[in-house]
C-alpha cells in the first residue's frame, strides 16, 4: 500500500495540513501524525486520549491483591507454623506483602497496557520517516479507498512549503 | 498427655562451676573456637554462665547466672527468620531446623539474650574430640544458627521410649545435659504440664523471677534466688 | 528543527558516538576495584562469614550498613524524578534520567547485600516464594521476607520508570546511528515511531508510574528500617524508624544526585544543561533534608534521654560519650552542621559547596547507618554478652567496590543512553504546547485556511 506524508518544520503547519485533510474528506483515524515530541496544544493531538491506561492499572492492582491474599493466607494455612506467639494468619505483616504485591500488579499492568496499547514492540513498517529525528513533523495519509494522489497533496500544501513524499508500507 | 517443658535454675545453689557448659558441649557436638576464635568473639557456649561481680573489695561478691535458651513463648527470633528455620513447637520449645537456616543472623539479633550463635567456619575438633560426637544430633555446616533445644534428642527418646513401653514419662526420667551433670542440681528440667513434677512446684516459688521479663518475650525459665528483705 | 534541538541532540549524543581513551582506562580501573569485591565475595563464600569482624553478639555491620545505605541512595529517583513530575516542576527536566539512574543502580547495589550477608549464600532463594519440594513457604512475619518483596517491587517499578521514557530516545538515536549502533538502539527503541496515539499512553503510563512509585519507595525503605525495629532491643525498638530511615534515604539521595550531575556536567560538558540554579534548587532540597534529618535525630535522642531506660542509656551513652561517640559526632558534623552551613548563604550555595555538602552527607549517611547497628548490637541487655566489632579486609574490599559498582554501572549507562531525556528537554522549550489544548474552535480559527 502507497502511502503519501508531507514533513514541516513546525507544529502550526502541520495543524494546517492536518485541517487541510480533513476538509480534503480524509476521515481522522486515517491521517497520521508522526513527531519527535508531544504536542498536546494543537488540535491534531486531541484525538486518541482514552483513561485506559488508568482503568487497567486499577485492575491489575486489584489482580496483585488477590494473589498476595491468597499467597499470604493459603501459605500460612497449608503448614501452620507458630512464630513469636502471632497468630497463624497475623494481618498485620500479611498488609505490608499485600501492599507490595498490589502495586506490582499495577506497575506491571501499566508497562504491558502501554505496549499492548501503543502496539510495541512493531515489527511491522508503520509510516514513518527519520526527519522525525530532526525535529519534523509528519503528516500522512495512506493512499486507499480510491483517494486521489493529487488532493492529498494539494491538502497538504495548506500546511505551507514542505517536503512529501510517498512511500510503501 | 501433652507435654510442656521448662526449668528452672537456682542461683544461690549454682556454684559457677561450669560442668554444666562443658556437658552441653559435649552432648550437642559443638565445636570449640579456640583462642584464635575466641578472641575474636566467635566462641560458642549455648549455654554460658555469666559471672557478675557486685560491690568493692572487701565486700565484693560474686554472681553466677547460667543463661541458655529460655524458650520464649513470644520469641522475637521467630517470627524474624524468613525461612521457618525458627518456630514453636506445640511442647513449647524453640525449634531449631538447621536445614531450612539460611544464615541470615536476624534471630541472633532479635535475641534479648544473646543466647543464639552462629558458625562463622566449618566446625572442626582437635583429635581425639573428632571421636566423640553424639551420634543423635547432626553437626552443623558453615552459615547455620545454632541454640540451646532443651536437649530435645534426649526428650523425644525418651517420649518414643514411653510410648513404646505404653506408659506416661515420669518426672526426672529425662534431663538435658545441663541438668544431669550439674553437681548442686541447681538445674531442674520437666514437664510443666505436671502439676506433681518438681519443676511445676518450684515454678511458682516465691524465690523465683524470670529473666528480662519486662521485654516482654515470655520466656520458660524460672531463676530462684534470694530476694531483698525490706 | 530549532537550532535549540540541534545543539541539544548533538551534546546528548556525543558520548554515545565519541569514545576516549580516557573513558576505556576509567573502565578498567573502575573492574579493577569491583573484582576486588568479587573476590572477596568468593573468599567469604568459600570459607564462611568468619572472614568478615562479625562475632557474638555483633551479626551485623559492614553487611547490613552497606544494604540500607544503598537502598537509601536510591531514593534520589523517586524523589526527584517522580514527585517533580507529578507537581509540574520545569526545572526537573535535565535531572530526571540522571536521578532515575541512581535509583536503578544503587537498588541493584543494595538489593545484593541481602544475598552477600547471608552464612549459605547460595540458598539464597528460599526468601522467594515458591512452591518446593519441601512444601514449605517463606515467613510473611519476618521484615526479611517483606525486604525481598519491596525491594522487588521497587527494583522493577523503577526499571520500568527509566526505560519507559528512554523509547522515544532510543528512536533518536536510532535514526541518527548507523552500523551496529542502528541496529542496536532499534531493538531498543522496540520500533517507535511517535503517532499521537503512542505519546498520549507514553505520557499516561509516566503518570500512573510517577503515581504508584511514590508510596513503593516509602513503604521500601519503611520496610528496610524494620529490619531493626521489628526486633526487641535497646534503641532498635523505636517507632520513629519508618520515617526517619525515608527522610535519611531521600536525604542520601539528594546528595548522591548532585555528587553524579557536578560529575556529569564536568565530564561530558553539559554546562548548557546543567545549570547553577539546577544545583541551587536541589541544595536547597538538602538543607531542608539536613533540617529534616536533625530533627528526627534530636526528636528520638531526646526522648530515648527522657525514658532514662537503662539499656537504652547504655546504648544512647556509647555513641553520645563513650567509644562510638567519635564517629558519631563526626556524622553529626557533616550530615547536619557542614551542609547547613554551606546550604543556607546563596554565596556558597555553589556547584562546588552543594558538593562538598553531599560528600559529607554521603559518609555521614554510612556512618549514621553504621551507628544505628554496631552499638546497640554490641551492648544488648546483658551486660556479660557486650561485645566489639572491627571491620576486616574482606568488609572494607566489598564496600570499596560497591562504589566502583555504582560509577561504573553509570558511566557505561552515560556511554549508551542519552544522560539527559531529550524529548523531555525539547518540550521543555516550549512547555505550553505540550501541555495545554488548543480547543477545536480556536484550531480552526487560528488555522484557518478559507475566510
Known amino acids: ?169 | ?230 | 528543527m530549532s537550532d535549540y534541538s540541534t545543539t541539544l541532540t548533538n551534546d546528548l549524543l556525543r558520548p554515545l558516538i565519541q569514545t576516549s581513551w580516557r573513558f576505556w582506562l576509567l573502565v578498567v580501573l573502575l573492574l579493577g576495584v569491583v573484582s576486588l569485591g568479587i573476590g572477596a565475595f568468593a573468599y567469604q563464600v568459600n570459607q564462611g562469614i568468619g572472614v568478615w569482624g562479625l562475632n557474638w553478639p555483633v551479626f551485623w555491620a559492614f553487611d547490613i550498613t552497606n544494604f540500607v545505605f544503598w537502598i537509601g541512595i536510591s531514593h534520589a529517583g523517586t524523589l526527584i524524578s517522580a514527585i517533580l513530575r507529578l507537581v509540574n516542576a520545569e526545572w526537573r527536566r535535565p535531572v530526571t534520567r540522571c536521578a532515575e539512574v541512581i535509583t536503578v543502580f544503587a537498588l541493584m547495589i543494595g538489593a545484593m547485600f541481602p544475598i552477600v550477608h547471608l552464612g549459605r549464600p547460595w540458598l539464597f532463594f528460599w526468601l522467594m516464594p515458591y512452591p518446593t519440594e519441601r512444601q514449605i513457604w517463606p515467613n510473611f512475619r519476618s521484615p526479611l521476607v517483606w525486604d525481598f518483596f519491596a525491594i522487588s517491587t521497587y527494583l522493577t517499578g523503577s526499571s520500568l520508570f527509566l526505560f519507559l521514557p528512554t523509547i522515544p530516545d532510543f528512536a533518536l538515536v536510532r535514526d541518527k546511528t548507523t552500523g551496529w549502533r542502528h541496529r542496536f538502539y532499534a531493538i531498543l527503541a522496540l520500533g517507535w515511531t511517535g503517532t499521537t496515539k503512542q505519546w498520549h499512553r507514553l505520557e499516561s503510563a509516566m503518570q500512573i508510574m510517577a503515581i504508584a512509585i511514590v508510596p513503593v519507595a516509602v513503604s521500601v525503605h519503611t520496610i528496610v528500617s524494620f529490619d531493626f525495629s521489628m526486633a526487641p532491643v535497646p534503641m532498635w525498638h523505636s517507632t520513629i524508624f519508618g520515617p526517619y530511615f525515608v527522610a535519611g534515604a531521600i536525604f542520601s539521595g539528594i546528595a548522591a544526585l548532585i555528587i553524579a550531575m557536578a560529575a556529569l556536567r564536568k565530564f561530558l560538558h553539559l554546562e548548557k544543561y546543567l545549570h547553577p540554579v539546577h544545583f541551587e534548587n536541589l541544595g536547597k532540597l538538602l538543607l531542608m533534608m539536613s533540617l529534616l534529618w536533625g530533627y528526627f535525630v534530636f526528636a528520638e535522642r531526646l526522648t530515648t534521654w527522657y525514658g532514662n531506660e537503662p539499656s537504652e542509656m547504655t546504648t544512647f551513652w556509647q555513641t553520645q560519650r563513650l567509644s562510638f561517640a567519635p564517629l558519631y559526632w563526626t556524622m553529626v558534623t557533616v550530615n547536619f552542621i557542614l551542609p547547613v552551613t554551606i546550604l543556607s548563604f546563596k554565596k556558597l550555595r555553589t556547584i562546588t559547596g552543594c558538593v562538598i555538602a553531599s560528600f559529607g552527607v554521603v559518609l555521614g549517611m554510612w556512618l549514621e547507618r553504621f551507628l544505628i547497628i554496631v552499638p546497640t548490637l554490641s551492648h544488648k541487655y546483658l551486660s556479660y554478652s557486650w561485645g566489639s566489632y572491627r571491620p576486616r579486609t574482606p568488609e572494607i574490599l566489598l564496600l570499596v567496590a560497591t562504589f566502583g559498582a555504582m560509577v561504573l554501572f553509570y558511566v557505561l549507562f552515560s556511554k549508551l543512553v542519552p544522560i539527559i531525556s531529550i524529548w523531555e528537554m525539547k518540550i521543555g522549550q516550549h512547555p505550553q504546547l505540550a501541555h495545554e489544548h488548543q480547543t477545536a474552535d480556536e484550531a480552526s480559527t487560528m488555522w484557518r485556511t478559507q475566510p
Open chain 2, 1 to 230: 498427655m501433652s507435654h510442656r517443658w521448662g526449668m528452672v535454675v537456682d542461683l544461690d545453689t549454682c556454684t559457677g562451676c561450669e560442668a554444666c557448659v562443658v556437658a552441653c558441649h559435649a552432648e550437642n557436638n559443638i565445636a570449640t573456637a579456640g583462642p584464635d576464635e575466641a578472641a575474636r568473639g566467635r566462641a560458642m557456649h549455648w549455654l554460658r554462665v555469666e559471672r557478675y561481680w557486685e560491690g568493692e573489695y572487701p565486700e565484693a561478691k560474686l554472681k553466677f547466672r547460667p543463661v541458655l535458651c529460655q524458650q520464649c513463648d513470644a520469641a522475637p527470633c521467630e517470627s524474624v527468620c524468613p525461612t521457618y528455620a525458627s518456630h514453636h513447637t506445640d511442647e513449647g520449645l524453640n525449634a531449631q531446623v538447621y536445614n531450612r537456616c539460611i544464615g541470615t543472623r536476624y534471630c541472633a539479633n532479635a535475641c534479648p539474650y544473646n543466647v543464639r550463635f552462629f558458625n562463622f567456619f566449618n566446625p572442626t575438633w582437635d583429635k581425639p574430640l573428632n571421636l566423640q560426637f553424639n551420634p543423635d544430633v547432626s553437626v552443623r555446616e558453615v552459615g547455620v544458627m545454632e541454640k540451646c533445644t532443651f536437649c530435645v534428642q534426649r526428650i523425644k527418646a525418651a517420649e518414643i521410649t514411653a510410648d513404646a513401653e505404653k506408659r506416661e514419662l515420669k518426672d526426672g526420667e529425662l534431663k538435658p545435659a545441663c541438668a544431669q551433670s550439674c553437681p548442686a542440681t541447681a538445674i531442674v528440667f520437666g514437664d510443666l504440664n505436671d502439676p506433681e513434677s518438681k519443676v511445676s512446684q518450684l515454678y511458682g516459688s516465691g524465690r523465683g523471677e524470670k529473666l528480662l521479663e519486662e521485654v516482654g518475650a515470655q520466656p520458660k525459665i524460672v531463676y530462684l534466688k534470694r530476694q531483698a528483705t525490706a
Open chain 1, 1 to 169: 500500500m502507497t502511502a503519501i506524508y508531507g514533513l514541516f518544520d513546525r507544529p502550526d503547519a502541520a495543524q494546517r495540513a492536518f485541517t487541510g485533510l480533513k476538509r480534503a474528506g480524509v476521515p481522522s483515524a486515517d491521517i497520521t501524525v508522526v513527531s519527535g515530541e508531544p504536542f498536546e496544544a494543537f488540535e491534531f493531538s486531541h484525538r486518541d486520549h482514552s483513561m485506559i491506561l488508568f482503568r487497567l492499572a486499577l485492575a491489575g492492582g486489584i489482580i496483585g491483591f488477590v494473589l498476595a491474599v491468597l499467597l499470604t493466607r493459603g501459605t500460612e494455612l497449608a503448614w501452620p507454623l507458630v512464630t513469636g506467639g502471632m497468630p497463624i494468619v497475623a494481618w498485620w505483616p500479611n498488609l505490608v506483602i499485600i501492599f507490595e504485591m498490589t502495586m506490582l500488579g499495577a506497575i506491571v499492568t501499566t508497562v504491558v497496557s502501554l505496549l499492548v496499547a501503543s502496539k510495541l514492540p512493531s515489527f511491522r513498517k508503520d509510516l514513518y520517516d527519520p526527519a522525525v529525528s530532526d525535529g519534523k513533523i509528519l503528516v500522512g495519509v495512506p493512499l486507499t479507498g480510491g483517494r486521489s494522489e493529487e488532493s492529498v497533496r494539494q491538502a497538504l500544501a495548506v500546511g505551507g512549503p514542505a517536503v512529501v513524499k510517498t512511500t510503501q508500507m
